[in-house]
């Protein structure tokens, strides 16, 4: 029986407590257990070889010499047992021992004065053949045909001779235990290259083999799931590696149970799973097991005191529908992106138009990486209006992509996709760097009163150093800093209040403001914001834009405005675009507004010009009361 058949058949329980998987090993421990047993039998055939230097022929070798090489051999070996595991499981660590084996061999052999012998090609037959045998029996066979092969060329050899070779009967058993252990070495390789050392199941390779070989003719469909594990990596980050470990082999156990036995799990990724469902007739059945599946991994995991609750999304790809088995998996892939979109716990099938977006994708990302290097993306600035004074109090910077070839690319396009891949960073710090210097720019011209607003991004916000960085563009370009603004979302400050509440603090202390953007589309623990120190909301352009037209969206700029006042905050408006919303801001007492009824983004060289042709450019005529 194979001995590694368990990690494919169906799990018969599962527990969601974590501290028992610690008992029950199972497949992964065996796995983690071959891995290091491996350096072990590398050193035991190390020790087997080190005696031929007990039969060397050379003159030259004295007895001391002799048991001093197999003394440091033996120390040697020693040494390697030891070692410790993050040695061992280093990729490099069993090609650089397995050479080292090779030149230990070869210089023991010709040292041994006998390079020549006959026994020494059976020798290397020896270590063939048993090395590829994979059964009890096949190796039984193969250990009696060994003894009878260097049973005979030695028994040719004393016939030659006409003198019984001690020394080489001696070689007979320990030639056989150092087949075996290259056997179980060879075995070993295999496992740590084609399974997974955490839950004990095949490994990406190993499952693209597998769908290579058994690649289904025909009418007959076999399904592959992709199942993500949303939030693992954050249970990794807190709770350690050991726990998120355990947590790995529960998973695990949940898969299975909803499963057949013809079906096989196996893992492809830190926190990604595929399932290959066998002989799948239509899409129902698959999408009943993704659902099972999805149902399974809600139920809360128990560790010590965590509870600790996960989420998944699923893609599916049908092997009838698609080409090679590479194809499949790229299928599978772009279909769990799908359902990424859709929110967790949903699943979403293949469809051929996935591949093309994943396509575009990949193209606009090589393009945004060109863009962020050529310095592409560039700032334009929107005016902020006091309503009553009409006096341009700040700008708001946003960036835009330029691009030479498709011309101006829509924020909406390339400013998800860079917080995706962490973009974002690169490009925030540009646009604040070159949004600062302009400011200094038009300050040096006359414009001494104006406040610049910046957004900052939920990436860019959860760096530890954000602080420091905007100290260092600040000193870089001059500008005090109380004259930037930085824009964040609620989302984005939510997400880990106490932490954010940390970040906030020392970005005020540097004397910065700070604003909510897009107020009331999101959410937010009004405890939180009256401990936040900001400065600013900003009123979506969502409730702008509906108030003239809707109760409803009157009553909540209302309510915003006036929570505002209770926290000594500033409100702003945006999307202002006609007279009769400016008027019914006034009336609620919202002062400040941005939008296009007074002037649209527009670069900095555009902005310039319209400063020069508005008619009250500071601040010094705004009216003290009603300023806030």
């Not at 048991?67 to 020693?78: E, P, S």
């Not at 599946?293 to 128990?302: C, E, G, H, M, R």
């Not at 989302?491 to 540097?510: N, P, R, V």
Request: charged residues 20%; negative net charge.
């Amino acid at each position: 029986m194979n001995p590694h058949a368990s990690v494919l058949r169906r799990s018969d329980h599962d527990s969601s407590s974590l501290p028992a998987l610690v008992e029950s090993g199972g497949a992964a421990s065996s796995i983690r257990g071959r891995r290091a047993n491996f350096l072990q039998l590398q050193a035991l055939v190390t020790v087997v070889l080190s005696y031929q230097l007990l039969f060397v022929d050379d003159t030259s070798w004295s007895q001391q010499g002799i048991l001093t090489a197999v003394v440091g051999m033996l120390a040697l070996c020693g040494l390697l047992i030891v070692l410790p595991a993050r040695l061992i499981g280093a990729d490099w660590f069993p090609v650089a021992l397995g050479v080292a084996d090779v030149v230990i061999t070869s210089f023991l052999i010709y040292t041994s004065g006998n390079a020549s012998s006959d026994l020494y090609l059976a020798y290397f037959v020896i270590i063939l053949i048993v090395t590829t045998s994979r059964t009890t029996l096949q190796l039984t066979l193969f250990m009696a045909l060994v003894s009878v092969i260097y049973g005979w060329v030695l028994y040719q050899e004393i016939e030659e001779t006409g003198a019984v070779l001690v020394r080489h009967l001696i070689r007979i058993p320990l030639l056989l235990i150092m087949a075996i252990f290259y056997r179980s070495t060879a075995e070993t390789v295999r496992l740590v290259a084609n399974y997974d050392s955490v839950t004990g199941l095949p490994n990406r390779r190993h499952l693209l083999r597998l769908l290579s070989d058994g690649s289904p003719a025909g009418k007959v469909r076999h399904a592959l799931l992709y199942v993500y594990l949303d939030g693992f990596k954050r249970v990794n980050g807190t709770l350690g590696q050991v726990v998120g470990d355990q947590l790995l082999t529960v998973v695990v156990g949940r898969i299975k149970q909803c499963l057949r036995t013809t079906d096989l799990v196996a893992r492809v990724g830190p926190d990604e799973f595929s399932v290959l469902l066998h002989n799948v007739g239509t899409h129902e059945i698959a999408g009943r097991l993704a659902q099972r599946i999805l149902q399974a991994l809600k139920a809360p995991l128990t560790s010590d005191e965590h509870e600790i609750f996960i989420a998944a999304n699923i893609g599916i790809a049908l092997s009838a529908e698609q080409g090679s088995a590479d194809q499949l998996i790229v299928n599978a892939d772009a279909a769990v992106a799908r359902a990424k979109e859709q929110g967790k716990n949903s699943y979403e099938f293949y469809s051929p138009d996935m591949n093309a977006r994943a396509y575009e994708g990949l193209v606009l990302e090589s393009r945004l990486h060109r863009a962020i290097e050529r310095e592409e993306i560039v700032v334009y600035y929107q005016p902020q209006i006091h309503l009553v004074s009409r006096a341009v109090v700040g700008f708001e910077a946003l960036a835009r992509w330029k691009d030479p070839e498709a011309g101006l690319v829509s924020p909406a396009t390339f400013i998800p996709l860079a917080e995706e891949t962490g973009l974002i960073i690169p490009i925030g710090e540009a646009v604040l760097r070159q949004a600062c210097r302009q400011l200094q720019c038009w300050r040096e011209a006359g414009y001494q009163d104006l406040q610049l607003s910046v957004n900052v991004s939920a990436r860019q916000f959860r760096q530890v150093d954000l602080a420091e960085r905007v100290a260092a563009v600040l000193a870089e370009t001059g500008i005090p800093s109380d004259l930037l603004e930085i824009e964040l979302t609620e989302s984005c400050i939510m997400q880990d209040a106490e932490t954010a509440l940390l970040t906030l603090g020392k970005l005020k202390a540097m004397g910065i403001h700070l604003s909510i953007d897009d107020f009331g589309t999101g959410y937010s623990s009004l405890i939180y914001l009256r401990r936040f120190p900001l400065d600013t909301l900003k009123i979506d352009r969502a409730f702008t834009q509906d108030m003239t037209k809707s109760s409803d969206a009157e009553a909540i700029i209302d309510a915003i405005i006036a929570m505002s006042a209770a926290l000594k905050l500033k409100v702003i408006a945006e999307g202002v675009e006609t007279e009769a919303q400016m008027r019914m801001l006034v009336q609620q007492k919202c002062y400040l507004a941005q939008g296009f009824a007074f002037c649209k983004p527009l670069p900095a060289e555009d902005i310039t010009r319209w400063l020069a042709t508005w008619p009250l450019m500071h601040q010094d005529s705004l009216p003290q009361g009603e300023a806030a």
